[in-house]
């Protein structure tokens, strides 16, 4: 298993992770269950941290697959920028919904409250986010996902570099 593979086994868990967590941490809030919302703050806490391998074993799958037929430069750095804004979000969520557990266990139910409201918003933005990174990974290769502006320019992208390797 290279690192390629591997970025492609984990990329899975941070999209689905954070998803799961807001949903988790949701169910908390609408019922009032303080275990429940304990275990969607640890669940948002631990699927912060699993974005970063991914993010760090982007770069080695982006050197195998940007010489590929059909690959396009251009969604690669979408996904690219896509991902560390990802990254980011996903790593402030974690970091909030650490403190809202801190806040839950050692001060005021209305700082607790605020910080997991404030954990909940933040982990839905950055959910939409990753889903909007993920769909650009899968248009990398799955060219039948890609939009019809962006489906033009790989192809063109691949005839100039054929052009260019036939002049050579």
Do not use: C
Not at 66 to 83: K, R, T
Not at 120 to 139: D, I, K, P, Q
């Amino acid at each position: 298993m290279d690192l390629t593979h591997l970025h492609l086994i984990l990329n899975h868990l941070p999209v689905v992770g954070i998803m799961f967590g807001f949903l988790i941490l949701v169910w908390g809030m609408l019922r009032g269950y303080e275990e429940v919302k304990t275990v969607g703050l640890i669940f948002l806490v631990v699927t912060a941290f699993a974005a970063l391998p991914v993010y760090l074993t982007g770069e080695p799958a982006e050197e195998v697959v940007e010489h590929l037929p059909g690959v396009s430069e251009q969604i690669i750095e979408l996904h690219e920028d896509s991902a560390l804004l990802s990254l980011i979000l996903a790593m402030a969520t974690g970091v909030l919904a650490l403190a809202g557990l801190i806040f839950k266990r050692f001060s005021s139910a209305g700082i607790a409250r605020v910080s997991m409201f404030t954990v909940l918003f933040l982990s839905f933005v950055t959910g939409a986010f990753m889903a909007r990174t993920a769909n650009l990974g899968g248009e990398i290769r799955h060219t039948e996902i890609r939009q019809t502006a962006q489906t033009n320019a790989p192809a063109t992208e691949t005839k100039q570099k054929k052009e260019k390797d036939d002049d050579d």
